[in-house]
C-alpha cells in the first residue's frame, strides 16, 4: 500500500513538545519527509531524509523512523509553528510518491 | 534566488486540456527531479507526478495516470503536465516543486506559488 496515515488535529501548549506521527508501509523502505504549510501559504520543506532539515529551519524541529512510522517532533512549540503538517514518501518502486492527510497542530 | 514560476492555469470545460509550465531559475536544473503537486481548496496536498533529471524515471498518481504528461526541457530550465480529459475533480492549485534528489523523491525543496485549475 502506498498511503500514509497522519492524525487530522493535534494541539500543544506553548513550550511544550509536540510529536505528529505518519503511517505507512512504505516508511519501512524510504524516509519521511515533512513540510509545514500556513494558510494562504505555499508548503516548505522542514525535516527530509529522516532527520536532515533544511537551512533556516529552527533545530526544534527533528525527524525520526522507526518500522512504519515516521515521527516530526517540535521540541519547545512557538505560536508561529501553528500550521498544516504533511509528510511525503515514495513507494518501493520508487516511481510513486504519496502524501500524508495532513496533521493541523494547534498551539495553545 | 531560486525560483519555479508556474503558468497556464485557467478556466476549462470537462473533458479539455490545458498546459501548465513552470520556469525554473537560480540553480542548476538538471541536478533535480520535479514534481506536480497540486490542493483542491480546503484540502491537503496531492502528488500528480514526477520526473527525474534525465526524464529516466516518471510516475503519476493514479487519479490521473493516462490523462496527464509530465515532460521537462532542461535546455529551457522548465517543466511540464499536459493535462487532457480534465474533470470537475482535477480542479485545484498546481505547485510546481523542486526535489532535493536528481533521481528518487528525498524532499521537496523549493515550491511555486501555484497555479489554479477551474473545471467547470
Known amino acids: 500500500s502506498s498511503e500514509l496515515t497522519q492524525d487530522p488535529a493535534v494541539s500543544v501548549a506553548l513550550g511544550q513538545t509536540v510529536r505528529i506521527t505518519c503511517q505507512g508501509d512504505?516508511?519501512?523502505?524510504?524516509?519521511a519527509s515533512w513540510y509545514q504549510q500556513k494558510a494562504g501559504q505555499a508548503p516548505i520543506l522542514v525535516i527530509y531524509?529522516?532527520?536532515s532539515r533544511p537551512s533556516g529551519i529552527p533545530d526544534r524541529f527533528s525527524g525520526s523512523n522507526s518500522g512504519n512510522t515516521g515521527t516530526l517532533t517540535i521540541s519547545g512549540a512557538q505560536a508561529e509553528d501553528e500550521a498544516d503538517y504533511y509528510c511525503?514518501?515514495?513507494?518501493?518502486?520508487?516511481?510513486?510518491?504519496?502524501f500524508g492527510g495532513g496533521t493541523k497542530l494547534t498551539v495553545l | 534566488e531560486v525560483q519555479l514560476v508556474e503558468s497556464g492555469g485557467g478556466l476549462v470545460q470537462p473533458g479539455r486540456s490545458l498546459r501548465l509550465s513552470c520556469a525554473a531559475s537560480?540553480?542548476?536544473?538538471?541536478?533535480?527531479?520535479m514534481h506536480w503537486v497540486r490542493q483542491a481548496p480546503g484540502k491537503g496536498l496531492e502528488w500528480v507526478s514526477s520526473?527525474?533529471?534525465?526524464?529516466?524515471?516518471?510516475g503519476y498518481s493514479d487519479s490521473v495516470k493516462g490523462r496527464f504528461t509530465i515532460s521537462r526541457d532542461n535546455a529551457k530550465s522548465s517543466v511540464y503536465l499536459q493535462m487532457n480529459s480534465l474533470r470537475p475533480e482535477d480542479m485545484a492549485l498546481y505547485y510546481c516543486?523542486?526535489?532535493?534528489?536528481?533521481?528518487?523523491?528525498?524532499?521537496?525543496?523549493?515550491w511555486g506559488q501555484g497555479t489554479t485549475v477551474i473545471v467547470s
Open positions: 537560480g540553480f542548476t536544473f538538471d541536478d533535480h527531479a
Open positions: 516543486v523542486r526535489d532535493r534528489n536528481y533521481d528518487l523523491h528525498y524532499g521537496m525543496d523549493v
Open positions: 520526473i527525474s533529471w534525465n526524464s529516466g524515471r516518471i
Open positions: 511525503s514518501s515514495r513507494d518501493s518502486s520508487g516511481n510513486v510518491v504519496v
Open positions: 531524509g529522516e532527520t
Open positions: 512504505s516508511l519501512r523502505n524510504a524516509y
